[in-house]
DNA sequence: GCAAAGATTTGCT
DNA sequence: GCAAATCTTTGCC
């Protein structure tokens, strides 16, 4: 069970003394794509360069660019040659709060210096436990990028990876929706109760929440 | 080689 | 509540 897991970025795995810039994330909602007889899947046209990495051994990351702008973090499942991942759509903040809103601001600060010379942005405050709430959010709070497809997650000296939830800790209640924003896959898929989130936990997607 | 749409977020009306 | 921003990947000519 992936939701309760950690979401580690660790600059400097194995050190003695924890980093500064390590930043930690609970998994509260998740989303399983399983293949490519899954229309919602980025695996239904097949094998391509883009998805290459979901066909390989699991515990592995894959990043993919979604609408030009966001980067989303997935966690390939199941065996080698089976197309199955877990996109990661938030995480509560544990620690490194500091650190995920200054990666998240900088992301907008590019963005808009692309666009034109304006003033300061001043970077309006966002919530504590919204700095990850959301797919693109999990990835701009982390510094996640596409250049991260293909790493090992369960690696204990990878710089981004995975732990389980500390063993005192009680198991979230978890409630099952349909997916989000997949409804060009039409049925049954956009039914299917294939999104676990942890039941009213306030880190879970926004706007999503609605739908 | 070109056109279309997307596993999203944010800001304005 | 709605539309824009933005670019990669896929599909077809």
């Given amino acids: 069970m992936l939701l309760g897991a950690r979401l580690i970025r660790d600059p400097d795995p194995g050190s ?9 994330g609970r998994i509260v909602e ?15 046209f097949g094998r391509t360069a883009r998805n290459a990495v979901m066909y390989g051994p699991p515990g592995i990351a894959y990043v993919y660019l979604v ?20 996109l990661v759509r938030a995480v509560e903040p544990l620690a490194g ?22 003033g300061v942005t001043a970077g309006r405050g966002v919530a504590d436990h919204r700095l990850a709430s959301g797919p693109g959010l999990v990835a701009a709070a982390f510094g996640i990028t596409r250049a991260d497809t293909g790493r090992d997650l369960c690696d204990p000296m990878s710089t ?21 924003g997949i409804d060009y896959a039409g049925e049954p898929w956009t039914s299917r109760p ?11 997607s926004g706007p999503a929440r609605l739908r």
């Fill in 16 to 24: 003695v003394v924890a980093d500064p810039d390590r930043r930690v």
């Fill in 30 to 44: 998740v989303e399983a794509y399983i293949g490519e007889q899954d229309l919602a899947s980025h695996a239904r």
């Fill in 67 to 86: 609408y030009g702008m966001y980067d989303c973090l997935n966690i390939v499942t199941e065996t080698e040659g089976s197309a199955a991942a877990v």
């Fill in 97 to 118: 709060l500091a650190s995920m809103r200054a990666a998240r601001q900088q992301l907008t600060a590019e963005r808009r210096r692309a666009r034109g010379p304006d």
């Fill in 160 to 180: 981004l990876r995975l732990e389980a939830a500390p063993p005192d800790e009680p198991a979230p209640a978890v409630a099952e929706t349909r997916r989000i």
């Fill in 194 to 204: 294939w999104r676990f989130v942890v039941t009213g936990h306030r880190s879970v």
